[in-house]
């Protein structure tokens, strides 16, 4: 049975990271704990993220994104521009619906 409540980041071409080729990352947002939170709040401060509020930033959406998509966060940051935008957006809303 397929998860309805996934969202899906689709790929306008085939995006390839380490030899693997993606043309989704389906993000289990819902699944998301309040641990995988904070862990994305320390992750972002370690990747060098330095707005006085992590939780509001580019990085630490596109890392909660990564947690949610079960993916590497250097894959999200290697995203093509429209892709990444698309899941950091999708990531805001999610929290803050």
């Known amino acids: 049975m397929e998860n309805t409540t996934a969202r899906v980041i689709a790929f306008q071409k085939p995006f390839s990271f380490e030899d693997k080729e993606y043309t989704e990352l389906r993000l289990e947002l819902a699944a998301l704990t309040g641990r995988d939170l ?6 972002v401060r370690a990747i060098g993220e330095t707005s006085p509020v992590v939780e509001l930033s ?3 959406y596109a890392v909660v994104g990564a947690k949610a998509a079960g993916v590497p966060v250097d894959l999200v940051l290697a995203l093509p521009a429209r892709e990444f935008s698309q899941m950091t957006v ?3 809303s999610f929290l803050f619906e």
């Open 90 to 92: 999708e990531v805001q």
């Open 58 to 60: 580019k990085s630490y």
């Open 38 to 43: 904070l862990d994305a709040s320390r992750e």
